[in-house]
C-alpha cells in the first residue's frame, strides 16, 4: 500500500533538534526527506553524549540523532563553495519541499532564499523555521530550547509557590512541540500547493509556537487580568489534583477528580464514605480550600499500595489515575507494548535501539518507521549518481574538490 506522502521528496538543512523531529515525521508517511549536512559543521546531536559526563559518541552513534531522523537520507554538501551551492539547488530542483531551522535570513545569506529557489523551481515550498522568524528586530537571535520556554512562560508557571521558576521537562520539550508545529505547516502547504499549484514561503517562529500552547493563559489575562501562579501538581478549578507516594522506592501516581461525582466514587473506592458528608470536602471549592489537609489524607492511603493497584482501584469507579512511570517503565508498560509505541531499529554502526514510535494508526495506510537514522553522507551516490544523474567522472572531481565531503 501506498503510505500517504509517497512521491513526496524533502531536501532538508535542518539541524539539531526541532527542524529534525518535524521532517522525521514526513518519514512515518512516505516521504523521501533528503538531509543536507558537511563535515565540517556537524549537527549538534550527532556529537552529543548519551548523558553528562560521558565521552561525545562516533558520529554515527549517537542516540539522540538516531531517534530524531529515522528513515531519513544523508548526503554532504559544502555550501561555502559556489559548486556545493549549485549541487544544493540542482536538488532542490527534483524536489517539492525546502525545510530549515537556522536563525532568520540564513538561507538568504547561502543564497538559498525564497526568491532565488522560485527560480529554481517555480512550485517549490520552503519552510524555515527560526527562533524569532524571519523578519522583525530580534530575528538573528540565537536560542535553544530552554529559552522558548523563558519566553513564552512556562518557566514562569512551572514549579511550587515558594520555589524560583521550574524547567519544563528535559531538553528538547520545546523543541519537539515545534517539530510537531512544523509539520502541520508542511502538510497545509503540500495541500495548497495541490488544490493550486502553488508553491510558498512558509515562516515559523518557534518563540510563538510556544505562546500558542499558553494560549488559555494568555486569553485569562487579556480578558481578565488575571497572572498564573506557581502551584505545584495542583490545578486551578479540579481537586484533589496531586502527585502522590506510593509503596516502593521513588514511586508515584496521578490523581485528578473532575467533579462531586468523582469525588464520591473515590471515597468509596478509598473506603471513605465518611468524607462525602465532610463540609471541607463536600464541594470542589472546599476541596480546594483545604488541599493541603486533603493531600495528607490521600497519601497515608496510597503509600500503602502500589501505584498499579491505586490506578486499578480508581479507575474501576471511573476516577483519573495513572502511575508516574520513569523512562525505565515506559517500555515495559504493557498498553504501550500492545499498542506497538516503542519500536527496535538496527542500526549498522550503533546496533539495535529502542525508539519512540509514530503516534498513529492509520486503518489502511502504513505510516510507520521505515528504517534507521543515515550514516553520514550515506545517500550520497545514491542522490548524486542516480536521481540527479551526475557522470561518475563529476561526481569523482566533486569529491576530490571537497564539494561532495
Same mark, same amino acid.
Given at each position: ?31 523521501? +526527506? ?50 556545493? =551551492?549549485? =549541487? ?10 525546502? $525545510? ?18 522560485? $527560480? ?26 530552554? +529559552? ?38 508542511? =502538510? ?30 494568555? !486569553? ?17 478549578? *479540579? ?54 489537609? =486533603? ?6 492511603? $496510597? ?10 482501584? *480508581? ?27 516503542? !519500536? ?52 569523482? !572531481?566533486? !569529491? ?6
Amino acid at each position: 500500500m501506498r503510505r500517504p506522502l509517497e512521491g513526496i521528496r524533502v531536501t532538508d538543512f535542518c539541524w539539531v533538534w526541532a527542524g529534525p523531529a518535524g521532517t522525521e515525521l514526513l518519514t512515518y508517511l512516505g516521504a523521501e +526527506v533528503i538531509r543536507v549536512e558537511s563535515q565540517d559543521h556537524l549537527c549538534g546531536t550527532r556529537r552529543r553524549p548519551p548523558k553528562r559526563g560521558a565521552p561525545p559518541p562516533d558520529i554515527n552513534c549517537s542516540t539522540a540523532y538516531n531517534c530524531l531522523n529515522l528513515g531519513k537520507r544523508s548526503v554532504t554538501i559544502n555550501l561555502l563553495q559556489p559548486q556545493g =551551492l549549485e =549541487l544544493a539547488k540542482r536538488l532542490i530542483a527534483v524536489s517539492d519541499v525546502v $525545510t530549515d531551522n537556522y536563525a532568520g535570513g540564513m538561507m538568504e545569506r547561502f543564497g538559498l532564499g525564497y526568491r532565488e529557489l522560485k $527560480t529554481v523551481k517555480p512550485d517549490i515550498i520552503q519552510i524555515s523555521m527560526s527562533g524569532w522568524g524571519a523578519y522583525g528586530p530580534e530575528r538573528d537571535y540565537r536560542a535553544y530550547d530552554p +529559552v522558548f520556554a523563558g519566553l513564552s512562560g512556562f518557566f514562569e508557571m512551572t514549579g511550587y509557590p515558594d520555589c524560583p521558576p521550574g524547567k519544563v521537562g528535559s531538553f528538547g520539550r520545546c523543541d519537539l512541540s515545534c517539530g510537531n508545529a512544523f509539520t502541520l505547516c508542511i =502538510l497545509a502547504a503540500l495541500i495548497h500547493r495541490a488544490k493550486t499549484g502553488q508553491g510558498q514561503f512558509v515562516d515559523v517562529s518557534q518563540w510563538e509556537v510556544m505562546n500558542c500552547n499558553m494560549g488559555d493563559a494568555y !486569553v485569562d489575562y487579556f480578558m481578565n487580568q488575571r497572572s498564573p501562579t506557581r502551584q505545584g501538581n495542583r490545578d486551578e478549578l *479540579l481537586a484533589p489534583h496531586n502527585c502522590y507516594r506510593c509503596q516502593g522506592e521513588d514511586k508515584w501516581v496521578s490523581i485528578a477528580i473532575g467533579n462531586d461525582e468523582e469525588w464520591q466514587a473515590f471515597c468509596q473506592a478509598l473506603g471513605k464514605p465518611e468524607w462525602i458528608g465532610d463540609t471541607r470536602f463536600s464541594s470542589t471549592e472546599g476541596r480546594r480550600q483545604h488541599q493541603q489537609e =486533603l493531600d495528607s489524607l490521600i497519601t497515608e492511603w $496510597t503509600v500503602s499500595r502500589t501505584n498499579y493497584e491505586v490506578t486499578e482501584a *480508581l479507575q474501576r469507579v471511573g476516577v483519573a489515575a495513572f502511575p508516574s512511570l520513569s523512562r525505565e517503565e515506559l517500555p515495559h508498560d504493557p498498553h504501550l507494548t500492545e499498542r506497538g509505541a516503542f !519500536v527496535d531499529v538496527v542500526h549498522p554502526e550503533a546496533g539495535s535501539n529502542t525508539c519512540v514510535a509514530p503516534p498513529w494508526r492509520f486503518s489502511s495506510l502504513p505510516a510507520d518507521v521505515t528504517n534507521h537514522a543515515p550514516l553520514l553522507g550515506e545517500a550520497n551516490e545514491y542522490v548524486f549518481l542516480e536521481l540527479l544523474g551526475m557522470p561518475v567522472e563529476e561526481f569523482a !572531481v566533486m !569529491v576530490g574538490e571537497g564539494v561532495i565531503y
